[in-house]
């Protein structure tokens, strides 16, 4: 807990630039289906980072008198909001940034669609129209299983692979649509290797309850602060920002001339890519940021 907390007004500049460079293309997409799922992913990616920006300025719930109306900060949902948002932004850049090939883009994306729906195939309807989404979406995966079947990045993978696409047991009951891990992703985006192989990872723990997410919590009880630290959360957010602007204006040209035509804010952008690429490496983490070793700053 803490009693006060605040963001400069530099620390929140890449927000606005965001909301210009994706709200041009608000209405931008037309039938386009492929276009109109990496503008959600943006708009999801947008609405981690203004979550993680409203935890950390605190709540008070003056209902409970036992808190005593002071300040709460959930470092830990900031931590898992912040490893949603680097997902997000992963999930953006294998399916529509870093296939080679339309038939690459295909696949991929069509194996990102058939995976929820065929796990959503198993729910237990009892309710008529339950039932008829359900015979509805049976019709989109069985013409989704065809485009894949026949798509000629499919027909080159090993038989092992192959049955992954399908394999709902597979990962938590999750079918396989992703063919490369996240930290190889991370990197092949220009963030650095060590930030992904332990800062990343790092902040999986706080998903899965680990124990260096608790260790970095009783830090804060062992020391008497008033919150853990928050420096490198802004920081870091305003990284996975960058990058997804720069991902995003790769993608779609009415943005990227927002983007071109402001110097000062393509500026901005440029110095976060720079420290995603640096940040671990021959940089020290940002103020704040947390060691993944120790569980401490």
């Known amino acids: 807990m803490t009693e006060n907390s605040s ?9 606005g630039i965001y909301f210009r460079v994706v709200d041009a293309n608000k ?25 993680i920006l409203h935890l950390i300025r605190g709540t008070i719930v ?15 949902t900031v931590n898992i909001a912040l490893r949603a948002s680097l997902e997000t932004m992963f999930t953006f850049a294998y399916l529509f940034i870093l296939p080679n090939d339309k038939s690459e883009k295909d696949f991929k994306y069509n194996c990102w669609m058939l995976t929820d729906l065929l796990h959503r ?5 009892s309710m008529n129209e339950h039932k008829e ?49 996240w930290v190889d ?31 970095q919590l009783r830090e804060v009880i062992v020391t008497g602060d008033k919150s853990p ?3 490198g959360s802004i920081d870091l957010i305003n990284i996975v920002l960058a990058k997804m602007i720069s991902l995003y204006c790769f993608l779609f040209p009415i943005s990227n001339s927002i ?23 021959n940089h020290p983490m940002p103020n704040g940021a947390i060691d993944p070793e120790s569980g401490s700053t």
């Open 7 to 15: 963001n400069s007004n530099n620390d929140l500049e890449l927000f």
């Open 27 to 51: 209405q931008p997409l037309g039938e386009d289906k492929t276009l109109y799922m990496a503008h959600m992913l943006a708009t999801k990616c947008y609405d981690h980072a203004l979550t």
């Open 62 to 76: 003056p209902e409970l008198p036992e808190l005593k109306n002071k300040i709460f900060i959930d470092f830990s």
């Open 121 to 125: 195939q198993k729910f237990p309807a």
């Open 133 to 181: 989404k359900l015979l509805k979406e049976k019709e989109e995966t069985d013409n989704l299983k065809n485009m894949i079947f026949s798509n000629p990045c499919y027909l080159e993978l090993p038989d092992k692979m192959k049955k992954n696409i399908l394999k709902q047991k597979f990962k938590k009951n999750f079918g396989k649509w992703e063919f490369t891990h």
């Open 185 to 215: 992703i991370g990197v092949q985006i220009g963030l650095s290797e060590p930030f992904m192989t332990y800062y990343y990872k790092f902040l999986c723990s706080f998903s899965h309850s680990g124990y260096l997410s608790l260790m």
């Open 229 to 231: 630290p928050l420096g």
């Open 259 to 281: 983007l071109d035509n402001d110097p000062k804010s393509k500026a901005v952008v440029d110095h976060y890519i720079m420290v995603g690429k640096l940040l671990l490496a």
